[in-house]
C-alpha cells in the first residue's frame, strides 16, 4: 500500500497526484507488488502518528479487507522513529517512509564496490539514527544485503555498538576504494579532454541521451532511479573536439540526505566537469519543480551556473508535447541561446534524435568560449614548460625550431593563464608565426 500524506496549506509546489504517482514508481522501481494507492490529506500533522488518529484505523481496516493482507505500507513523507515505529504497531506491517524507500533503490541498484559501500553506509546511519525493527521478509525475498533486516528491540545497545563499528570500518574502505578512484581520475585528467556531464531528475531521459551520443546501451529504462553508478564514454564533438561524457545518478525531491553526503565523492566528478548538461523532461507535469528540485542539489554540491562553466538546459521529450506547447518550447529554446542573459537551452528528444545535433553544437561552443587554441614557442632554456604542457592541455601539434619548441595547444584560459605565470619566457606566437608575442 502506498500512501501520500498531503498536508493541506503544505504550499507544495507539486500537485499531490504527481507527488503519489512518483511514489508509486519508486516502490515500482524495486518490483513491489502494489495493491494500492492514495493520497491522505492531513489537517495538521499529528506528532505520534503523523496521520489522523482516525485516518490511521481507517488505513489499518483497509489493510484487513485485502487478501492477501499487504505486508508493506509506503508513507511518502520523513516519518519520524516514533511515528514509524507507531504506524507498525497500529497496522501491523512494516512501514518504509520516503528516505527507506529511496535507500532501498539505491541498495538494490548500486553495481560499483564504491557504490555499494556508499549505499550501505547511508544504511547504517539511518539505521543508526532510528534502530527499526527487523523485518526480514522484504530481505529474504530479495536476497539483498538491505537494511531491512535491523535489530530487535531488546539489543538495541549492543546493536548500536555494533553498528558504530560497521560504521567505521565501512568509512575505512569507502577511503581504500576513493583513493583508488582519485588515481584512476589524475590519470584521466592527463587525458587532456573536458569533461561533460549530464545530471537531472531521475526519469528525465539521461541515460537515453548518453547512449544515443556513444552509441552504447546503458541501462534507460522507464524506472526511477535506473541509473545508479557513474558510467563514462569518450566521444567527438562535431568539429572533432574529443569530450568525455558522463551519465550519473539521477536527483529526486527530498533526496536523503544520507545519500547525498553519501554520493558527494561521485557527484563530485559533476563538480569538476567543464560543462554540465542539465536534462530536463518538458513534458513532465511538474517539470519545473523538478527543475528546481536538481538546482537546489547542485547548489548543494556547490554548483552554479555562471560564466566559468554554464548550466545548458536540455529540454527533452519534446516528442511528446502537444504541437501548441511544442512550438513554446521551442521559440524559449531559440529566445536563449540569442540571449546571453539567460540559460543557455536546447529543445530536444533523445528519443528520436530531434535537436541533440544543435545541443552537441552549443557544448561545442561552450567549451570554446572557455578555450583557446594557440601557438606557443618555448624557448630551449625552459625545455621543461613543454612536460608541463603535455600533462595538462591538449598538445595538437609539436615542431622544433633548433633547441626551441613550438607547441600547437588547447587549453581552458584557466590554464593558459597559470602557464605564463610559471613560464613568463614562454610565448604566444601570433598566427603568421612571424611576429613573436607576448601573452
Ligand atoms: N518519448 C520520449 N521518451 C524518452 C525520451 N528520452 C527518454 N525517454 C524515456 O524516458 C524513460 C527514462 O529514460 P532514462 O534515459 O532511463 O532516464 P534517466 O534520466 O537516465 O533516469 P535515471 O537513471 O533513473 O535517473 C525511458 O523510458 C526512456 O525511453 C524522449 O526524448 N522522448
Ligand atoms: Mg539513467
Known amino acids: ?21 512518483e511514489a508509486v514508481g519508486l516502490a515500482a522501481a524495486i518490483d513491489l507488488d502494489i495493491v494500492t494507492s492514495f493520497v491522505i490529506p492531513i489537517n495538521s500533522p499529528n506528532p505520534a502518528t503523523l496521520i489522523g488518529s482516525g485516518k490511521v484505523e481507517d488505513i489499518g481496516a483497509m489493510l484487513d479487507a485485502h487478501e492477501p493482507r499487504p505486508s508493506l505500507v509506503i508513507v511518502d513523507s520523513a516519518l519520524s522513529p516514533v511515528q514509524h515505529r507507531n504506524l507498525e504497531k497500529a497496522w501491523n506491517a512494516k512501514v518504509l517512509d520516503r528516505t527507506a524507500l529511496i535507500l532501498e533503490i539505491f541498495g538494490d541498484r548500486a553495481q560499483t564496490a564504491e557504490g555499494r559501500l556508499q549505499v550501505d553506509l547511508a544504511h ?23 537494511f531491512l533486516g535491523g535489530p530487535g528491540e531488546r539489543q538495541i545497545e549492543s546493536d548500536r555498538r555494533a553498528l558504530d563499528d560497521r560504521i567505521v570500518r565501512l568509512k575505512r ?22 569533461v561533460v556531464a549530464l545530471v537531472g531528475y531521475t526519469n528525465a531521459g539521461k541515460s537515453t541521451l548518453f547512449n544515443r551520443l556513444t552509441k552504447s546501451t546503458v541501462m534507460a529504462e522507464d524506472l526511477l532511479f535506473a541509473t ?17 561524457l558522463s551519465d550519473t545518478v539521477g536527483f529526486i525531491s527530498d533526496l536523503p540526505t544520507q545519500l547525498v553526503a553519501a554520493f558527494r565523492a561521485t557527484l563530485e566528478e559533476v563538480l569538476e566537469a567543464d560543462i554540465i548538461v542539465h536534462v530536463r523532461d518538458i513534458a513532465h507535469e511538474d517539470t519545473d519543480a523538478q527543475r528546481a528540485d536538481v538546482l537546489s542539489v547542485l547548489a548543494e554540491l556547490g554548483v ?44 530536444m528528444s533523445a528519443q528520436t534524435g530531434e535537436g541533440v545535433e544543435q545541443l552537441m553544437t552549443l ?31 591538449d598538445v595538437i601539434e609539436e615542431t622544433a625550431d633548433g633547441e626551441n619548441l613550438i607547441l600547437v595547444v ?21 598566427e603568421e608565426g612571424a611576429s613573436v608575442k607576448r601573452a
Request: net charge positive; proline share 7%; no cysteine.
Open 1 to 21: 500500500m502506498v500512501l501520500h500524506p498531503a498536508l493541506k496549506g503544505g504550499g507544495g509546489v507539486r500537485a499531490p497526484e504527481a507527488r503519489l504517482e
Open 124 to 146: 547504517l546511519d539511518y539505521q543508526r539514527s532510528r534502530l527499526v525493527r527487523s523485518w526480514t521478509h522484504l530481505e529474504r525475498q530479495r536476497g539483498g544485503a538491505g
Open 173 to 194: 574502505k569507502l577511503d581504500e576504494v576513493r583513493r583508488t578512484r582519485t588515481l584512476q581520475r589524475a590519470k584521466r585528467k592527463r587525458a587532456p579532454h573536458p
Open 228 to 244: 545508479l553508478d557513474p558510467t563514462m564514454r569518450a566521444i567527438d564533438l562535431p568539429s572533432g573536439i574529443r569530450v568525455i
Open 304 to 347: 552554479k551556473d555562471d560564466d566559468e562553466r554554464p548550466i545548458i538546459e536540455a529540454l527533452n521529450k519534446i516528442d511528446l508535447l502537444p504541437e501548441d506547447d511544442r512550438l513554446d518550447v521551442l521559440a524559449v529554446a531559440r529566445h536563449s541561446q540569442d540571449n546571453p542573459d539567460t540559460a543557455i537551452r536546447v529543445a
Open 363 to 393: 557544448v561545442e561552443r561552450s567549451l570554446t568560449a572557455q578555450h583557446d587554441t594557440i601557438t606557443v614557442f618555448i624557448p630551449a632554456p625552459i625545455g621543461a614548460a613543454r612536460a608541463w604542457l603535455h600533462a595538462r592541455a
Open 410 to 430: 588547447r587549453l581552458s584560459k584557466k590554464t593558459e593563464g597559470q602557464f605564463f605565470k610559471l613560464h613568463p619566457n614562454a610565448q604566444v606566437a601570433t
